[in-house]
């Protein structure tokens, strides 16, 4: 099976544009987390989608947003993006993200503000 | 509510010494815990998890750890430090009353050779 996949890898964008970042989970997966990883703040849970919906959020403010597709995809946007947002953006999949289930983490977007 | 700490956001070990990486978890119903490992501008990776089956765990790369409830703790450790161990890792704690990993804030292993 193909692993967690996000697309771009890089990303350069200055202050005020928008970004949307793309992740495809593994192969069955109906769960789509998202986290943020600095290095001052370490990792912190952005959204969870399960089945198209939002099913949990993290303390982010609304310019952070996201949305799961039929195919369990998921894309992340950021709007009116700020030099804090520099950061990379790891996405996780699994089947129902419920107990013992692993998540599994894709290689990550790291995006640079400027 | 479920929390994580790790103390010691970076731990040096030297090659073949002792790796000992703390964590202790916050949970009001019954967790299961992870172990992730992070190396140089890559996701996380799965090492070791704690399902209720056994206390003592047995992950990749000769990791274990060990499930302590009156502790609180899931420390991670192996016997042999190896240059190839130098990276980042994160416990993590969820349940199966809800759907959401909380991560520790990770320890950064240095090996020295």
């Known amino acids: 099976k193909a692993g967690v996949t996000q697309t771009p890898r890089y990303l350069i964008k200055t202050r005020g544009q928008q970004v949307t970042l793309s992740c495809s989970p593994i192969?069955?997966?109906?769960?789509v987390s998202w986290y943020q990883q600095t290095p001052g703040q370490g990792l912190q849970f952005l959204f969870e989608?399960?089945?198209?919906?939002?099913?949990n959020k993290g303390n982010f403010p609304g310019r952070f947003s996201g949305r799961q597709f039929s195919n369990s995809r998921s894309e992340m946007n950021v709007s009116t993006l700020e030099l804090g947002d520099s950061a990379l953006y790891l996405c996780?999949?699994?089947?129902?993200?419920?107990?013992?289930?692993?998540?599994?983490f894709g290689p990550g977007t790291r995006l640079l503000v400027l | 509510a479920q929390s994580v700490t790790q103390l010691g956001s970076h731990v040096s070990v030297s090659e073949g010494a002792l790796v000992l990486l703390r964590c202790n978890y916050s949970?009001?119903?019954?967790?299961?815990l992870f172990w992730y490992v992070q190396y140089p501008n890559q996701g996380l990776q799965l090492l070791l998890k704690y399902t209720s089956a056994a206390t003592l765990v047995k992950g990749i790369n000769g990791f274990e750890a060990e499930f302590k409830k009156s502790e609180t703790s899931f420390h991670l450790t192996k016997p042999s430090a190896h240059m190839s161990d130098a990276a980042e890792y994160f416990c993590?704690?969820?349940?199966?009353?809800?759907?959401?990993?909380?991560f520790g804030t990770g320890t950064s292993l240095t090996v020295i050779p």
């Open positions: 192969s069955g997966h109906r769960s």
């Open positions: 993590a704690v969820t349940t199966n009353t809800g759907n959401q990993f909380y």
């Open positions: 989608y399960f089945s198209e919906t939002q099913r």
């Open positions: 949970s009001s119903v019954p967790p299961y």
């Open positions: 996780a999949s699994s089947l129902e993200n419920r107990g013992q289930e692993t998540q599994y």
